[in-house]
């Protein structure tokens, strides 16, 4: 299918699923080669990671432990803007080599501000690992150890990645088209 209907919004097919399963496995093969051996503990980043991290791990056999971590976002009773706090670090991360498993870094300032928290905990080691990165939109400057994929300045779905809550669950990525009557099948 290379047209994808998600609620309101058109979206055409981006990156097909065997391009993206190529840049997996390259990057577990970067990971194992790095940290063979530390015994590493990854922490996807849910939700929009939950699939990205499930072809991953399989693909870096290793051993190594898993750890699913989310962000919660409210409003401070007294700050202006929103506060995105990491929750679901049950893991005893201090000493450990850390891998934090995001599905795409946009701003960045999600990335930075998780980096902050975990560095806190003293690790040995944290590197960043993104399916996507958006280059142009990038706000602060953070490591990207492992990145599978860059992509223009554009909203994507699918293979974990949503729009309002749907569009997660294709083997594609699709890009929103911003004028679907041009659109031609
Ligand atoms: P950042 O803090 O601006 O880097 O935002 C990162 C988060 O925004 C990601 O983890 C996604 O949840 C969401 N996001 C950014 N760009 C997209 C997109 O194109 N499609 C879907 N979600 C996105
Ligand atoms: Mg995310």
Do not use: W
């Not at 850390?98 to 795409?104: C, F, G, T």
Request: overall charge negative.
């Amino acid at each position: 299918m290379e047209k994808l209907q998600v609620k309101d919004k058109t979206f055409a097919i981006s990156i097909p699923e065997a391009e993206i399963q190529k840049q997996v496995r390259r990057v577990a093969a970067e990971i194992v080669r790095d940290l063979e051996g530390k015994h590493p503990l990854f922490l996807p980043v849910l939700n929009g990671a939950f699939i990205f991290a499930a072809d991953l791990l399989r693909e870096v056999n290793i051993p190594c432990e898993v750890s699913f971590i989310k962000l919660a976002s409210y409003q401070g009773t007294q700050s202006t803007g929103e506060i995105r706090e990491v929750i679901g670090l049950q893991a005893d991360i201090t000493g450990r080599h850390i891998v934090i498993v995001e599905d795409i870094i946009d701003s960045g300032l999600t990335m930075a501000h998780m980096l902050e928290t975990l560095q806190a905990h003293n690790p040995a080691s944290i590197s960043v690992c993104a399916l996507l990165v958006k280059p142009g939109a990038l706000k602060v400057e953070i490591p990207i150890h492992y990145k599978c994929m860059e992509i223009p300045n554009d909203f994507i779905v699918g293979y974990g990645l949503d729009y309002d809550g749907d569009g997660r669950n294709t083997r594609d990525i699709y890009t929103l088209v911003k004028d679907p009557e041009l659109f031609s099948e």
